[in-house]
């Protein structure tokens, strides 16, 4: 491993995003517990971060930059829902300060991507990942989006993708573990060619940005922590089109950003990312609102229990803008 990626290992202590430390000890895992305040705390985070996402949608076009995108859902979360972007200026142990409202991770970017003044251009493949804080609940989301028409081989990658998170969200319900999960979305992503990103996890969300547990999106099923009413993670996949290996991006003469991160062949990397509840039934995926993709046919109880969302909601992109990838299988 790159001598700098070992920074991601063992960071749970600290928060940190994404994570994976051969050391780690899951007996010694507490994962917090929501009351039902709590929850309707969360399920409103989790409504505006995704209305932060569906606001931006009509921007995502050949032309726009990423710190235009980045401007617009700063200036939204701030002064129209009264929420706190969640990425700026946060500062993990062993990272610079995140400079912006969300991250743009562009084509070969796997995550973390800051945005920028380089303009979209069509077939470009963009990850927009929105955390709002409201009322001191977070809600973690994010969707792809393809500029323009995108060439075949994009568009698969990220509604592969898009199922593979799917995948894991049904496993989720009472008595379910944490390696059901991550087993699901890795044996439907490697059956469709693609490969696990697998040095960044999901984690649970709440009153903190990153807390326990971390949600693998790869192992085995019938290991790992056993699931409970109350509980709060994300689940976000990490799909590369190539091999699943990944460096800190340090193309060119400029300095290393402390954040960016590439996949080590170039080849595209997709992700999407929900925040889920743990119900006494099943799962409540919290970053729902009315610009929600459909769920796929798979998920049959869709959002689950979620309230607000509008039922005809699905999202119609002229031509000419990116669209959210999804399609119908
Ligand atoms: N939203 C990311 C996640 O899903 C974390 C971004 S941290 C940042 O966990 F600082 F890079 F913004
Ligand atoms: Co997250
Ligand atoms: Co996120």
Known sequence: MEEGIERFCNGAASGQTTILGAEWDNARMAIPIKTAADIDGMRLAGRLASEVLDMLTPYVRAGVTTKEIDRLAHDYMVNVQGGIPATL???????????????TSLNDVVCHGIPDDRPLKNGDVINIDVTVIKNGWHGDNSRMFVVGEGSIAARRLCKITFDAMWKGIVKVRPGARLGDIGHAIQTFAENEGFSVVREFCGHGVGAKFHEEPQVLHYGRPGTLETLEPGMIFTIEPMIN??????????????PYDGWTIVTRD???????????????????VL??????????????????????????????????????LVTSP
Not at 266 to 284: F, K
């Open 287 to 324: 970053t729902v609102s009315a610009g929600s993709p459909d769920a796929p046919e798979f998920a049959s109880a869709g959002y689950g229990g979620s309230v607000g969302r509008h039922p005809s909601a699905t999202l119609q992109a002229p031509a000419d803008r990116a669209s959210a």
């Open 89 to 103: 200026g946060y500062q993990p142990a062993g990272y610079p300060a995140y400079p912006a409202s969300l991250c």
């Open 266 to 284: 170039r080849s595209l990397s997709a992700q999407w990312e929900h925040s889920v509840l743990v119900t006494e039934t099943g799962y409540e």
């Open 241 to 254: 089109a190539g091999k699943r290996d990944i460096k800190e991006d340090r193309k060119g003469a400029r």
